[in-house]
């Protein structure tokens, strides 16, 4: 027992259990390790570290109530978009990230601006990516980032990626990215136009690719990725 919450560990995870409002909840933890409930997270310590996990609905709620409240702030929606996909909860990314991006259109401070849709690009662009990479590397991936397979969602949350990308490596990821993508999908045709949109534009394949550790000109990973079709 920790506060009002009661910890039983199961094969998922732990099971926080509320005996007042008869309220569970199961979370899964990264590394198995002691865990105990306080103040609305759970702490699991373990041989090496210690990892924080905040309740989901406790989280969600925070962030859900800041959202409305601060509308023209796109931080509050980029935040919830982070833990929709660090948690799983895949479906509630895409709304959560068009509120981000209707914040980040009508902010008026350019420094402010962008440092908010590099942020969304960022984490929308990761989120896309560590997908792709489970493909390619299913085993390496293992114990890594969340994979989302529904492939409508991640051709929504590709289309946002693109939407945001503005300077030449942005847009040079967000090609690559669709290329993959239709490649998995099983057109070609598509993966083609896209790789081939990188070598036609001088700033974009002279510009850097980095994935999986490696940073390389875009025209050398675009006229790779040709090669392979």
Do not use: C, H
Not at 27 to 45: K, W
């Amino acid at each position: 027992m920790a506060g009002e919450s009661l910890v039983v560990p199961v094969s998922a995870g732990v099971l926080l259990f509320d005996p007042e409002r008869g309220a569970e909840q199961i979370i899964e933890l990264d590394v198995p390790g002691s865990a105990v409930a306080a103040d609305g997270q759970l702490l699991d310590a373990f041989d090496g570290g210690l990892s924080s996990y905040l309740a989901w609905e406790a989280a969600a709620g925070v962030l859900s109530a800041r959202i409305e409240a601060s509308p023209a702030d796109p931080s509050p929606a980029t935040t919830f978009a982070e833990l929709a996909y660090s948690s799983g909860r895949f479906d509630r990314i895409v709304d959560v990230a068009d509120r981000a991006i209707a914040a980040i259109e009508g902010m008026s401070e350019p420094v402010a601006r962008e440092g908010a849709r590099s942020r969304l690009f960022s984490s929308l662009r990761e989120m896309i990516e560590a997908s792709q990479r489970r493909w390619a590397e299913p085993a390496d991936n293992a114990q890594g980032a969340p994979v989302i397979t529904d492939a409508g969602l991640l051709r929504e949350i590709l289309d946002r990626v693109s939407m945001l990308a503005r300077v030449p490596d942005e847009r040079v990821a967000a090609l690559l990215a669709r290329g993959r993508f239709a490649e998995a999908a099983g057109r070609p045709g598509e993966a083609l136009e896209a790789y081939q949109a990188v070598l036609a534009d001088r700033d974009l394949s002279a510009a850097n690719w980095r994935g999986s550790g490696l940073s390389v000109r875009a025209e050398l990973e675009a006229s790779r990725r040709l090669d392979g079709l």
